[in-house]
């Protein structure tokens, strides 16, 4: 948890990257694609050009000082969205000069395919990295939320499992939907207090850096301060201690995080409305007639198998932080910084004169 933002990006645009070559695969011919050899590179350049969009609009925030002393971070973020509009356009113009005469049809498909699928999970999952930057508590709650919910609901299914939940998944019962429904709201509970002890957990990413275990700091949100004193019934304080909760008891009282709160809507999204991720994979699946989507995880499937929920509560999770959590937020220092690389040297100079003057 602790290897540093950057790292853990890659990581994710690692999964992106499987992700997209499954679902590009599924509409694959390869017998067209050994005729048309530069339009397969085509889809994986408008890939990236996505990647360099999405991704790098988001640490355009976070570049801080490193933007002001290095101009060749400068030069690749500067105009950054009309750069890569341009290599896009670039990437438009060769698509037609590709076209060749009987492949039609398959180009056209293949071209509306490759951006839909950049939609699904290069833009959505984008949020990922958003919840992040804000607090790796975002990142991880929903992440671990989602694996718990996934793994009971087969746990209950598997042993209690009797009346169907959906015909797209028809090994999908009530009884394992509403036991790991339950067993995810105290999980929930229970890591959203874990994590939120800790400041790396909590503390938002303001700068772009390479460093592993960054020992970040901050003075914390009133959201990840112990605050709600709630009576404890005396058989649940007796175990508490096995719950990591000790270091707050006050005799029968437990002061607890308003984050507390927002974990158990988290829980209750993940365990209600992310499943649908699932159901609507499965769903995907019987349209191709496809078992997984690929077979890169034995027994699991493709990373789209695996991932499949998580986008959906990825994208809650980014527009939940936006209503609730920052939208009393102002600019940090950071979002400030980035802006002023694209001042002028004079614009510089009378900002800096301005402040000296507000300071003094």
């Known amino acids: 948890m602790q290897c540093g933002h950057v790292w853990v990006l890659m990581l994710v645009v690692c999964i992106k990257v499987g992700m997209f070559k499954e679902i590009l695969g599924l509409k694959r011919d390869r017998e067209k694609?050994?005729?048309?050899?530069?339009?397969?590179?085509?889809?994986?350049?408008f890939f990236f050009i996505c990647i360099y969009f999405v991704y790098g609009k988001?640490?355009?925030?976070?570049?801080?000082?490193?933007?002001?002393?290095?101009?060749?971070?400068?030069?690749?973020?500067?105009?950054?969205?009309?750069?890569?509009?341009?290599?896009?356009?670039?990437?438009?113009c060769t698509f037609i000069l590709l076209l060749e005469k009987g492949a039609y049809k398959y180009q056209f498909t293949q071209f509306g395919w490759t951006h839909v699928t950049l939609l699904m999970i290069v833009v959505s999952a984008s949020s990922m990295v958003n919840n992040m930057y804000d607090g790796m508590i975002w990142f991880f709650v929903p992440v671990c939320l989602v694996i718990w919910n996934d793994v009971y609901a087969y746990v209950f299914g598997r042993f209690w499992g009797k009346t169907p939940l959906i015909k797209l998944s028809p090994k999908k019962t009530w009884e394992g939907f509403l036991g790991a429904f339950v067993t995810t709201v105290v999980f929930g509970f229970w890591i959203g207090h874990l994590m939120g002890q800790f400041d790396y957990m909590v503390c938002a990413q303001e700068e772009l850096t390479l460093e592993f275990f960054q020992n970040l700091k901050c003075d914390r949100d009133p959201t990840f301060i112990p605050s709600i004193p709630v009576n404890v019934p005396e058989w649940l304080e007796k175990i508490s201690g096995s719950l990591g909760i000790e270091s707050l008891k006050l005799g029968k009282t437990v002061l607890l995080m308003p984050f507390m709160w927002d974990a158990l809507n988290l829980s209750i999204f993940a365990s209600l409305v992310?499943?649908?991720?699932?159901?609507?994979?499965?769903?995907?699946?019987?349209?191709?007639?496809?078992?997984?989507?690929?077979?890169?995880?034995?027994?699991?499937?493709?990373?789209?198998?695996?991932?499949?929920?998580?986008?959906?509560?990825?994208?809650?999770?980014?527009?939940y932080r936006t209503t609730f959590f920052l939208r009393n937020k102002h600019a940090t220092v950071a979002q400030i910084l980035s802006q002023v690389d694209s001042l002028s040297v004079d614009d510089k100079r009378e900002l800096l004169s301005r402040l000296q003057a507000a300071v003094s």
């Open 274 to 319: 992310a499943p649908f991720g699932g159901f609507f994979a499965s769903g995907f699946k019987r349209a191709f007639k496809i078992k997984d989507f690929g077979d890169l995880i034995p027994g699991h499937g493709g990373i789209t198998d695996r991932m499949d929920c998580q986008i959906i509560m990825s994208v809650f999770v980014a527009v």
């Open 58 to 92: 988001i640490l355009q925030q976070h570049i801080q000082v490193v933007h002001l002393a290095t101009p060749a971070v400068g030069y690749i973020t500067n105009q950054h969205s009309f750069k890569a509009f341009i290599a896009w356009t670039i990437g438009f």
């Open 33 to 45: 694609d050994k005729r048309l050899p530069m339009f397969r590179l085509l889809n994986w350049y």
